[in-house]
C-alpha cells in the first residue's frame, strides 16, 4: 500500500490517513481527460510509478471541489507536464491550470515540460489548426481578460523546448524520454540544493 501512495502521492487524500504524510508530488500533470486518460498518461502513470516519481493526477480528486485544490498541487509541484493534444482546449480547467502552472514558472517555483501528443507546437503557440477552432469555440463563452491569460499560457510554455509524438513514433519510447527528462530535471534540482 505505501508504494501504491508514493506512485500515486496520495490521490485519494480523503481515502487514506497515511496520504496526509506522503511527500508533496514531484509532477503535476495536466491534460485534457477524456482525450488521453485511458491511453497515453495511464501508460505515464505507470512508468512514473515505476520510477518511483510522486506525481498528482486529477482522476482521483473530489468532484465539486474548486480549481485551488488542483492550484495547491500545482504549487507542491517541482515540474509540470503540460501534455496539449488536439482537444486540450475545449477545456477551460485545463488551460486555468496551465495559467497557474506560469504564474508559478515566472516565481521560479516550477518547471514546465510541454509535451505535444499529435499537435504541431506552432498550431498551440498560435491557437491556429484544430486546436485553434477548439480555442476559439471555448473563448467565445470566455471573457477577455480570461482569454489573454489564456493565450499568454500558451505562447509562454510552447516556446519551452518540449517533446513532440508524432504520428510514426512509438508511444512507450517517448514516455520513456519523458521520464528520463523528469529524473534529469529532479535530479539537477537535488544536485543545487545539496551544494548551496
Same mark, same amino acid.
Given at each position: ?10 490521490a485519494c487524500p /480523503? &481515502? ?15 491534460? $485534457? ?8 498518461? /495511464? ?8 520510477? !518511483? ?6 482522476? !482521483? ?5 474548486d480549481l485551488e ?15 496539449? /493534444?488536439? $482537444? ?12 497557474k502552472m506560469m ?6 517555483? &516550477? ?40 493565450? !499568454?499560457?500558451?505562447? /509562454? ?5 518540449? &517533446? ?10 517517448? *514516455?520513456?524520454? *519523458? ?18
Amino acid at each position: 500500500m505505501q508504494g501504491f501512495l508514493l506512485g500515486t502521492l496520495g490521490a485519494c487524500p /480523503s &481515502l487514506s490517513p497515511t496520504a496526509i504524510s506522503s511527500p508533496p508530488p514531484q509532477v503535476f500533470i495536466n491534460f $485534457r481527460g477524456e482525450d488521453l486518460r485511458y491511453g497515453f498518461v /495511464s501508460h505515464l502513470e505507470e512508468a512514473l510509478k515505476r520510477r !518511483h516519481i510522486n506525481f498528482f493526477i486529477d482522476k !482521483h480528486e473530489e468532484r465539486g471541489k474548486d480549481l485551488e485544490t488542483l492550484f495547491k498541487r500545482i504549487e507542491e509541484s517541482s515540474i509540470a507536464l503540460a501534455i496539449f /493534444s488536439r $482537444r486540450y482546449a475545449e477545456s477551460g480547467w485545463c488551460l486555468d491550470e496551465l495559467v497557474k502552472m506560469m504564474e508559478c514558472v515566472e516565481m521560479k517555483r &516550477l518547471r514546465v515540460i510541454p509535451i505535444f501528443i499529435k499537435v504541431e507546437p506552432r498550431d498551440v503557440r498560435e491557437q491556429k489548426g484544430d486546436f485553434g477552432t477548439r480555442f476559439w469555440k471555448l473563448a467565445r463563452s470566455s471573457r477577455g481578460v480570461q482569454i489573454m491569460k489564456w493565450k !499568454h499560457a500558451l505562447c /509562454s510554455v510552447t516556446n519551452k523546448m518540449g &517533446l513532440t509524438l508524432g504520428e510514426k513514433r512509438y508511444e512507450n519510447d517517448f *514516455i520513456e524520454e *519523458i521520464v528520463v527528462e523528469i529524473e534529469r530535471m529532479l535530479n539537477a534540482k537535488w544536485k543545487k540544493v545539496l551544494y548551496i
